[in-house]
């Protein structure tokens, strides 16, 4: 469990707040409704029996850290990148999926996330850019708000 902490929060609100802090908007923004997909779409995978997180006695809560780090920090760096680049969005959200995909692959190959019942990592894609496109499009909704707190620097 203290490599769910180091590697699924430590590590990416390490990485997240050196940028973030340059804009707080995005992340007040973002990381709530991004932690509520994650939450939603983990707890549809977990009672699916899809994937499993180890340590698997932990249940649910093994994936608490990635659902309260790495996931959130992914979408807060994607709205946090496309508030500065003049690249196309939808690339952005593909190369923020891609990201999220390899991450997931590098942890199934170290054994901490276990498929099942036909998932893969096709799939992992697919439901990351669904989660992906959703914070994008509520980053749409709310991007009038982030307008007046416009990033210094």
């Known amino acids: 469990m203290l490599m769910n902490v180091i590697l699924g929060w430590i590590i990416p609100w390490c990485i997240g707040s050196y940028f973030l802090r340059k804009d707080s908007a995005v992340f007040l923004h973002i990381a ?3 932690i509520v997909i994650a939450f939603v779409f983990n707890e549809v995978g977990y009672q699916m029996q899809w994937w499993r997180v180890t340590p698997t006695g932990w249940g649910v809560l093994s994936i608490l850290p ?9 979408p807060c760096l ?21 990201c999220k995909t390899l991450m997931e ?23 990351y850019l669904l989660a992906c496109s959703l914070c994008f499009g509520w980053y749409l909704i709310v991007k009038g708000r982030l307008q007046g707190y416009k990033y210094s620097g």
């Open 32 to 34: 709530p409704i991004a």
């Open 78 to 98: 994607l709205i946090y990148t496309v508030r500065r680049s003049s690249l196309n969005p939808l690339l952005l959200l593909l190369i923020s999926t891609i």
């Open 105 to 127: 692959l590098c942890l199934m190959l170290a054994g901490k996330v276990i498929y099942d019942h036909g998932w893969n990592l096709g799939w992992t894609f697919v439901s």
């Open 66 to 74: 990635y659902n309260l780090g790495v996931f959130p920090v992914i």
